[in-house]
């Protein structure tokens, strides 16, 4: 009654009868039964339905298993971002690359906002042209979960205004999956450096991602970047 499906039509459900139920009633079903975001997910690939992507933003927060391991990376650059890009943890290699995140607040700590209106990154990003177009592909493709979500038109009406490269592609709707490649850097106190890098997902029913940059033998990258660490201020090691 709950889930405004028939009693009969209900049971040859759950008795694995071929009655091909439709994305709403599986929604329906799920709000009747309470399931959370992982049996969610398991009834839907039962079904053999896509679960719709739409999503209700949710507080975010790395904590726990999560802030430990990104902490005992010592000699990769790694940092945990949110939903919307949101920069919410990273570690002391991640600051002696790419900055101190701390300094940094609101839509100023967001990846997007980083790489169009940031001198600095525009700067350190050797390919910035190209990586910006991928960074742009990929934010609207993740972004279509949270269709309508105020916090992610904010920040697009944002960027908008700041950037004109982002104003200039954006309405082309180009979309991107990238979550392996090559990063070539030119720091300002190390030089040229080269990093692998990788997106993992953490799979906790949110969209929180671990970004992680690992160096190469390319440009002395490994050594440089222990340099970075070794002379980097206590006072801007990472929160």
């Known amino acids: 009654m709950i889930a405004g499906v028939g009693t009969t039509w209900y049971t040859w459900l ?16 799920c709000e009747a039964l309470r399931l959370d975001a992982v049996e969610k997910r398991h009834l839907f690939i039962l079904a053999g339905r896509q679960q719709p992507e739409r999503r209700v933003a949710t507080p975010e927060k790395a904590d726990g298993p ?21 920069v919410l943890a990273w570690n002391d290699a991640a600051v002696a690359v790419f900055g101190d995140y701390g300094l940094l607040e609101g839509d100023c700590r967001n990846i997007v906002h980083m790489v169009f209106t940031s001198p600095h990154h525009r700067h350190l990003l050797v390919d910035w042209e190209e990586l910006a177009h991928i960074v742009l592909a990929s934010f609207r493709a993740e972004s279509a979960k949270y269709v309508g979500n105020p916090d992610f038109d904010r920040l697009i009406a944002l960027m908008m205004r700041s950037s004109p490269e982002f104003r200039d592609w954006w309405p082309r709707r180009d979309v991107a999956r990238k979550l392996t ?9 190390a030089g040229a450096m080269a990093f692998e890098h990788m997106s993992l997902s953490i799979d906790d029913g949110s969209d929180m991602r671990l ?12 050594a440089k970047l222990q340099k970075l660490l070794d002379e980097l201020p206590s006072e801007r090691r990472s929160a």
Do not use: C, F
């Not at 970004?211 to 490994?222: C, D, R």
């Open 14 to 29: 759950e008795q694995g009868r071929d009655v091909r139920p439709s994305v709403e009633v599986l929604s329906a079903l």
């Open 66 to 86: 999560l802030l430990h391991m990104l902490q005992s990376l010592v000699l990769q650059p790694a940092y945990v971002v949110g939903r919307r890009w949101d």
């Open 181 to 189: 490649g090559v990063k070539h850097v030119r720091h300002p106190v």
């Open 211 to 222: 970004v992680v940059y690992t160096p190469l033998a390319e440009q002395n990258s490994i």
